[in-house]
C-alpha cells in the first residue's frame, strides 16, 4: 500500500509487529506446530486472516510457504478493508501462491522479486493443476 498511508504500516520491510497479532504470524505459529486455540482452525483452512490487526482498516490473508513442521516461510495479501475480500476464491488465491512458490523452491528454481506486468501472472498453476499434483 503506497500513499499517505505507507509510512505508518508497521508489515512493512523492516518493520515488527507480535507474531500472533499478524495474518502472517499467526500462520507460521500454526504451521511451525503451536497448540493456541485458533492454531489448529489456521493449520486446518491452510490459511490465516486478519482483520484490522496491524493498523486499523488494513485486513491480510496469509498463508505458510511448505509443509507443516518446516515452514520458515508465509505470503499474504493486504489491503484496506473497504476492498478486501475474505471469501473462498481470495482464499484459494494465496494458498496457490503459496504452494507456487514451494514448488519453484523445491525444484531449485531461483525466484527473483520484480515488479512485472499483470499478463506474466497467466503463468501460474490454477487451482485444478494444484489440487491433480496433491
Known amino acids: 500500500m503506497g500513499g499517505r498511508r505507507a509510512s505508518r504500516l508497521l508489515t512493512r ?9 499478524s495474518a502472517l504470524g499467526q500462520a507460521l ?10 492454531d489448529e482452525r489456521v493449520r486446518e483452512l ?3 486472516i486478519e482483520r484490522n490487526g496491524a493498523l486499523p482498516g ?3 490473508i496469509a498463508a505458510p510457504i511448505g509443509p507443516g513442521g518446516e515452514t520458515t516461510t508465509a505470503v499474504s495479501i493486504s ?5 478486501m475480500t475474505f471469501d473462498a476464491g ?24 520484480t515488479l512485472q506486468r499483470r499478463n ?5 498453476p490454477t487451482a485444478r493443476s494444484v ?3 496433491g
Open 90 to 113: 481470495t482464499t484459494a488465491l494465496v494458498k496457490l501462491a503459496a504452494h507456487a512458490i514451494w514448488r519453484s523452491m523445491s525444484l531449485g528454481v531461483r525466484v527473483i522479486p
Open 120 to 124: 506474466i501472472l497467466r503463468s501460474l
Open 79 to 83: 489491503a484496506p478493508m473497504s476492498t
Open 58 to 60: 488494513l485486513g491480510c
Open 29 to 38: 505459529l500454526a504451521a511451525g506446530g503451536r497448540t493456541a486455540p485458533d
Open 131 to 133: 489440487l491433480a499434483d
Open 46 to 48: 491452510g490459511y490465516a
Open 13 to 21: 520491510i523492516g518493520g515488527r509487529l507480535l507474531a500472533p497479532r
